[in-house]
């Protein structure tokens, strides 16, 4: 399916070069003179190797359309990740490297959807938002507002997290899964 290169987002899998790539940045460049262009950062699913790429704004490219499934997380075994189909209570086993932007918010017995691409499963989506627990982050300081100022935490999952200076270990908070930010207390 071709689409304008502008409409790409993160976690589409695309087929350039003679190979399928999973998006994993994107950029919009608006250069001061010239044309505006996207600069794309991709992985090849099956070398692994990165690129970055610069498409003129006006390119189309090739989106592989894929089918989709929703399963459930299971558990972790070393390098490997285990997801159950929900309807047919088929396993599937994923490695780290096809997971490494979505692990931060995943947690045991969570629901995602896995894209598959003539059976073989390429990509994994989230939720655009998840609640997860603050497990660690500083004591707050007394006079300090909620203008501006955050400080780091961490979430039950391990991610880095940067959180309002009012919220203390233990708290429940909502995570945007795209950007990896503090949206609000759940």
Known sequence: MLINVVSVRVGNILEWNNGLWR????????????????????????TGTKTNKRFNSTEKVDRIVLSQRDMQYLYADG???????METYDQITLSAEMLENVLPYML???MVTVEF????????KLPQSVDLTVVECDATIKGQTATG?????????????MVPPYLESGTKVRVNTE????????
């Open 79 to 85: 390098q490997d990740f285990h997801f159950m189909d």
């Open 23 to 46: 998006v994993m940045k994107t950029q919009h460049v608006t250069p001061g003179k010239g044309v505006a262009c996207m600069q794309l950062e991709m992985r090849n699913i099956e």
């Open 149 to 161: 100022s955050y400080k780091p935490g961490k979430l039950e999952t391990g991610a880095s997290i």
């Open 108 to 110: 045991p017995e969570s």
């Open 117 to 124: 691409h003539e059976e073989r499963p390429l990509n994994i």
């Open 179 to 186: 950007t990896g930010e503090f949206m609000e207390r759940a």
